[in-house]
T-cell receptor, first 113, second 109 residues
């Protein structure tokens, strides 16, 4: 069964450092999303991406965040200067169509120290 | 008002019980709705889509009432393996997804 793959599974970084989280979407999916989930809290939408551009972003997705699909396969989330409060599980999800079922990767646990 | 609101739970039920989860959404422009389940520290996994006509998948039945902006999930004949957090999800159209905070279910032997 096709699946969304995320790397790394766990990343520890120092405050102020840049991190890049990677996602390989299901091959025929066209819509890509990033979410985060702080431990014990709800899943929060960060950004959606279609046709090589951001479709929508939340208030959380400020100038410290960026997304791209540099090589047509990997979909990446970059956090430029991490803060302690960026510590969370980050999930990538992809879907074939707009507003259709999205399938999630296993997540990257980001710990900022 | 929260954009997607769910019963907080937890629901503690014996095996074989029928359990119902409720969810309301505030944005009347929301177009698509789903139920996901999430096990502890794992990714959300799609359980089922929700349609106005209602849909059923084995022991699971989902209903959508657009007039009331209300979504439900019914689980019949609960199994131990149904223990998880159930997430109500709305796409607002414009590619934004809103998750409810989830309802925890514990099924006991």
């Amino acid at each position: 069964e096709p699946e969304v793959t995320q790397t790394p599974s766990h990343q520890v970084t120092q405050m102020g450092q840049e991190v890049i989280l990677r996602c390989v979407p299901i091959s025929n999916h066209l819509y890509f999303y990033w979410y985060r989930q702080i431990l014990g809290q709800k899943v929060e939408f960060l950004v959606s991406f279609y046709n090589n551009e951001i479709s929508e972003k939340s208030e959380i997705f400020d100038d410290q965040f960026s997304v791209e699909r540099p090589d047509g396969s990997n979909f990446t989330l970059k956090i430029r200067s991490t803060k302690l409060e960026d510590s969370a599980m980050y999930f990538c999800a992809t879907s074939f169509g707009a507003n259709t079922e999205a399938f999630f990767g296993q997540g990257t646990r980001l710990t900022v120290v | 008002r929260k954009e997607v609101e769910q019963d907080p739970g937890p629901f503690n039920v014996p095996e074989g019980a029928t359990v119902a989860f409720n969810c309301t959404y505030s944005n009347s422009a929301s177009q698509s709705f789903f139920w996901y389940r999430q096990d502890c520290r794992k990714e959300p996994k799609l359980l089922m889509s929700v349609y106005s006509s209602g849909n059923e998948d084995g022991r699971f039945t989902a209903q959508l009432n657009r007039a009331s902006q209300y979504i439900s999930l019914l689980i019949r004949d609960s199994k131990l393996s149904d223990s998880a957090t159930y997430l109500c999800v709305a796409f607002t159209g414009g590619f934004k997804t809103i998750f409810g905070a989830g309802t925890r279910l514990f099924v006991k032997a």
